[in-house]
């Protein structure tokens, strides 16, 4: 799973924008790293792509999908609309 560390998104001073540019229609929601971690996923920076990207990894059988979308919080729904200005 494609994600990107919020922190390291501000500190390269980008925002959710910058990170949806090339990605058209796409939507951006949060979870944290230690939900990742509970999970018993691994969580690795890639940020070959963009400041900030990582990658989530592991199995995800339907639990761990069903987990994710429980506590995810949407910084940019899905039409565009930011949920929590200037946060990524």
Same mark, same amino acid.
């Given at each position: 799973?494609s994600v990107?560390?919020?922190? %390291?998104?501000?500190q /390269?001073g980008k925002n959710?924008r910058?990170?949806l540019?090339a !990605?058209?229609?796409?939507?951006?929601? *949060?979870?944290? %790293? $230690?939900l990742a #971690?509970e999970? +018993?996923q $691994?969580v690795?920076f890639?940020? *070959?792509?963009? =400041? @900030? !990207?990582a990658?989530?990894?592991?199995k995800k059988? #339907?639990?761990v999908s #069903? /987990?994710?979308? +429980?506590?995810a919080k949407?910084?940019?729904a =899905? $039409? @565009?609309?930011?949920?929590?200005? $200037?946060? *990524?």
């Amino acid at each position: 799973m494609s994600v990107f560390v919020a922190d %390291a998104v501000r500190q /390269a001073g980008k925002n959710e924008r910058d990170v949806l540019e090339a !990605h058209q229609n796409f939507a951006l929601a *949060a979870v944290t %790293a $230690g939900l990742a #971690r509970e999970q +018993k996923q $691994g969580v690795a920076f890639e940020p *070959a792509q963009l =400041p @900030g !990207h990582a990658v989530v990894f592991g199995k995800k059988p #339907r639990s761990v999908s #069903r /987990a994710f979308a +429980k506590e995810a919080k949407w910084v940019v729904a =899905p $039409g @565009g609309v930011s949920a929590t200005p $200037g946060q *990524a």
